[in-house]
């Protein structure tokens, strides 16, 4: 199953794609896809609709696409994730994943703009797996067990301000944490729609030009430990996204360093996940 979102900001409604690639509104038997939707059993309701979504009526082809779950409760990210990536910054693999968190309100639709901020010369690119958590997750026992609490997989842009992040103090949170910076979807895909979730390519792009070039199976740390190392620390609530971490290419490893302006042209891909599309403006 493929969930969107859509409508304006704020006010979006809960949708799927067909098979068709036809968006169907669901908002007639479901509020949104949200904590309480995939804590209470949604998912399990929503496959009794799948053989009749025809009946619900498509989407405009006008109208928005939204973040494909409503705001999480946290939003946690994996950094120095990925082999080549750490190998492009100088670093040494992490012994345990780093985590950091965004502001759960950076997250905003697939197509919406990236705001550059005010005083920024230095914000930056990073397309990432993101895993939505499809039940509360505590002290879960093992790492395969982690497979059992993972709702699907999208793209999450983890959009960074490089001199806010690592020149002003501090953790990471301002420079990772400003508005918009976190573009998701354009849809869940649900965990039985991937055939192997470390083995998706993933790229980024730049007015056309590709910067990023990757593939899930170089990250150091995957996905179900990931979400069982961290039910180890915290209780991962449903409807929680977990960005995994980025591939080579982003902008503060280039040699000199490129970052975004507006007008630039940010495009995104992984497979089986869609494509996202943003252009920059100034905040």
């Not at 705001?71 to 992490?94: F, Q, T, W």
């Not at 069982?228 to 000199?256: C, N, R, W």
Request: charged letters at 25%; glycine letters at 10%.
């Amino acid at each position: 199953m493929k969930l969107i979102r859509f409508g304006e900001a704020d006010h979006e409604k809960p949708g799927i794609l067909d098979r068709q690639g036809k968006r169907r509104d669901l908002s007639s038997v479901f509020t949104d896809w949200d904590r309480k939707f995939f804590q209470q059993g949604g998912m399990d309701s929503l496959k009794k609709h799948m053989e009749n979504l025809e009946v619900f009526p498509e989407v405009p082809d006008s109208a928005r696409w939204g973040a494909c779950v409503a705001r999480p409760g946290k939003v946690i990210c994996i950094g120095l994730n990925y082999s080549d990536h750490a190998a492009e910054s100088g670093m040494a693999l992490p012994m345990e994943p780093i985590i950091f968190q965004k502001g759960a309100n950076t997250v905003v639709g697939p197509y919406d703009n990236i705001l550059i901020p005010r005083k920024s010369e230095k914000t930056d690119w990073e397309v990432e797996l993101g895993i939505v958590i499809g039940k509360d997750a505590r002290y879960l026992d093992s790492v395969e067990d982690a497979k059992n609490y993972i709702a699907g997989y999208c793209i999450s842009h983890d959009v960074s301000e490089r001199a806010f992040q690592l020149e002003r103090g501090g953790q990471w949170t301002k420079g990772k944490s400003c508005d918009n910076f976190n573009p998701l979807g354009p849809f869940l895909s649900t965990t039985d729609d991937i055939a192997d979730v470390h083995q998706l390519p993933m790229s980024l792009w730049v007015n056309g030009v590709q910067m990023q070039k990757g593939n899930t199976n170089t990250m150091v740390f995957d996905c179900y430990f990931i979400v069982h190392y961290l039910s180890q620390f915290m209780t991962l609530e449903a409807g929680d996204l977990i960005s995994t971490g980025t591939p080579p290419g982003v902008g503060l490893g280039m040699k000199p360093p490129q970052y975004l302006k507006a007008g630039d042209v940010v495009e995104l891909a992984i497979e089986g996940l869609g494509r996202q599309k943003q252009i920059c403006v100034n905040a």
